[in-house]
């Protein structure tokens, strides 16, 4: 007789709870609950995964069917911003752990200024950026909605980075107005300052 209580069944039927998990780029711990009404049908777990650790029961051993149990690894932090997924074998279950990847660290260098000055009449131009270090470094350009006399023409994109935009004509005061362009890293991105000069500081007229 075993230590569960009797010979294990031919027809053991788990029941093992989550099926499947998604974990952050930094990893922690996963549980599934295991459980079998039948004290006698035994069950164990294993990581064929390097980057889940098992915890708990430990590799080889077995477990009751009942009362239930709960099998436990430990998702290694991913360093890659690839997502990855592994899959785990619970009560002759299998458990597939995905585990999303880590943030770019994008670094970019600005060439030139981002502080712009355009005339009342409008105009366009541009400001860029180049990609120094980072792989995978996505960016976006965005015009808040407080600024409806900018637009522009380039508001994603990957690698070095090039936003071109243009203005309308002014008929009031000077006024000013920003793009934001952001981008996974320390940085986080920056900001395109845009001023436009009215009718009188210009020294025009309407």
Request: proline share 8%; aromatic share 6%.
């Amino acid at each position: 007789m075993g230590r569960c209580g009797g010979l294990r069944p031919k027809n053991c039927d788990f029941d093992v709870t989550p099926l499947s998990s998604s974990m952050p780029a930094s990893g922690g711990s996963f549980s599934a609950r295991v459980s079998e009404p039948r004290r006698e049908c035994t069950w164990a777990a294993e990581s064929g995964v390097a980057w889940i650790r098992q915890q708990s029961p430990a590799p080889g051993a077995e477990e009751c069917g009942n009362p239930p149990a709960a099998a436990t690894f430990e998702v290694q932090p991913n360093t890659s911003t690839s997502s990855r997924a592994g899959v785990l074998r619970i009560a002759g279950k299998d458990v597939t752990i995905t585990q999303a990847g880590a943030a770019p660290n994008c670094q970019y260098r600005l060439n030139g200024s981002r502080e712009v000055t355009l005339p009342y009449a409008g105009g366009s131009g541009s400001v860029s950026w180049t990609l120094v270090s980072g792989t995978n470094c996505t960016w976006t350009a965005q015009v808040p909605r407080d600024f409806p006399w900018i637009s522009t023409t380039t508001t994603s994109g990957t690698g070095d980075i090039t936003v071109r935009f243009s203005v309308e004509t002014n008929r009031g005061p000077l006024r000013s107005g920003r793009i934001e362009v952001r981008w996974p890293g320390p940085q986080q991105g920056e900001n395109i300052m845009i001023t436009q000069q009215g009718p009188a500081s210009a020294g025009g007229g309407l």
